[in-house]
């Protein structure tokens, strides 16, 4: 560790343990992040091109980059003793995280533009080409620039820009950063209160246009609003270790850098949490909305039903979980119900035929009332 924890010369049973703790804590969250990223990823790929819109592929695009990111943090510390190995990782992570801000920020501007300003789509579809020119170019130019000051080196967790460079830190990535996260608080704070006034507005326009653009204001805000929330929630340790520093920089609180050191590596995880939101209210839906539902001795294994609904909602096209879910029994299912029998089926209906000429009247009346006093039976419904 560059700078050392506190209490370590008190207890160095408790710092071997901390140690190791810091060193395993990355690679679980890297591995939680890159599994999410590529479903991600997976899932946008099978999307019809029509089907696909700025916000998808602003967070597709922080997967790929999530995705990447996950092997410098899987790395660890074992860098250290490599100058080589030590610079790469230092790299990789820099960038990675300088892209998925800028992207963050793009994000941001698009529902400034589009939810709250009310701009039309196709004038976002124009300046989307820059925004990944920008959150692409920018981070990797300045990735390449602490490259070639050297700035990169042991940094505690992972290799980074090293402490005593606390200049570089603050110019190259955390006042971006902080400014970033200010920008993305505002307009948070403005699309809720946009869908707050649009849902209030929404109660007398019960059945009109604006009714519908309030409920998908709300949907937005709400899936965006979580994503803001895991962003600000990656850096917020971050910035916390960083405070400390600056109060006591002899020595770091575990608590902290361990918390650090779970949520900087999960940010694809918490993007793959998000971007999966509106199929796992789907998922919830269809099986609230189910009629038929296979009992318990229809039921062949719980767990391998458990596997296959999740593999279509992770795995499965968009009408997959429609299909599970459908008013019939789900295949594989063995019916444990009896046959339909003819005394359980429905009275077909009898054609009467063209009607009834003026000298059979008579007849039909008399057939009517004979009819009266036989015992009527009951049609069974199937349900």
């Known amino acids: 560790m560059s700078i050392p924890l506190c209490g370590a010369a008190v207890n160095s049973t408790a710092f071997a343990s901390e140690s190791a703790a810091l060193d ?48 410098g943090y899987a790395v660890g510390t074992a860098s250290f003793g490599n100058p080589g190995l030590c610079a790469w990782q230092g790299f990789d992570v ?31 579809r124009r300046i989307e080409p820059a925004y ?47 400014t970033i996260m200010l920008y993305v608080g505002v307009v948070l704070v403005a699309l809720l209160w946009k869908a707050d006034a649009s849902h209030r507005r929404m109660r007398t326009h019960v059945f009109s246009g604006r009714s519908r653009r309030a409920r998908g204001l709300r949907e937005i805000g709400l899936q965006t609003s979580l994503y803001f929330l895991s962003f600000e929630l990656t850096w917020i340790f971050g910035t916390a270790v960083r405070i400390q520093n600056a109060v006591n920089p002899a020595c770091q609180v575990f608590a902290l850098l361990w918390l650090q050191s779970f949520f900087v590596p999960l940010q694809g995880f918490l993007v793959f949490l998000v971007y999966m939101l509106p199929r796992m209210r789907k998922c919830v839906r269809l099986r609230n909305l189910r009629t ?11 767990v391998l039903a458990s596997l296959r609904v999740t593999a279509l909602f992770l795995f499965g096209r968009e009408d997959s979980l429609e299909k599970h879910y459908s008013n019939v029994t789900p295949p594989g299912f063995a019916s444990s119900r009896p046959p339909l029998t003819a005394s359980s089926r429905r009275p077909e ?11 059979d009247a008579a007849a039909a009346s008399e057939a009517r009332e004979g009819s009266e006093g036989a015992p009527k039976t009951h049609e069974v419904a199937l349900m």
């Open 132 to 178: 990944h020119v920008v959150s692409i170019c920018v981070p990797i130019s300045v990735g390449f620039l602490c490259l070639g000051l050297s700035l990169y080196g042991p940094a505690g967790l992972w290799c980074w820009i090293e402490s005593e460079y606390v200049w570089a830190r603050l110019a190259f990535l955390y006042v971006p950063l902080w």
């Open 94 to 124: 820099h960038v990675a995280v300088g892209i998925v801000a800028c992207y963050s920020a793009c994000l941001a501007s698009t529902l400034l533009l589009q939810a709250i300003l009310e701009r039309p789509a196709s004038r976002v």
């Open 292 to 302: 038929v539902r296979p009992t318990a001795r229809e039921q062949p294994n719980g």
């Open 24 to 71: 395993v804590t990355p690679k679980v969250s890297a591995s939680l992040s890159f599994v999410g990223s590529c479903v991600v990823v997976f899932r946008f790929a099978r999307l019809p091109r029509t089907a696909r819109n700025t916000f998808q592929r602003i967070m597709t695009a922080m997967c790929v980059t999530n995705a990447v990111s996950c092997a």
């Open 349 to 359: 209906k009898v054609d009467p035929g063209p009607p009834a000429a003026a000298g």
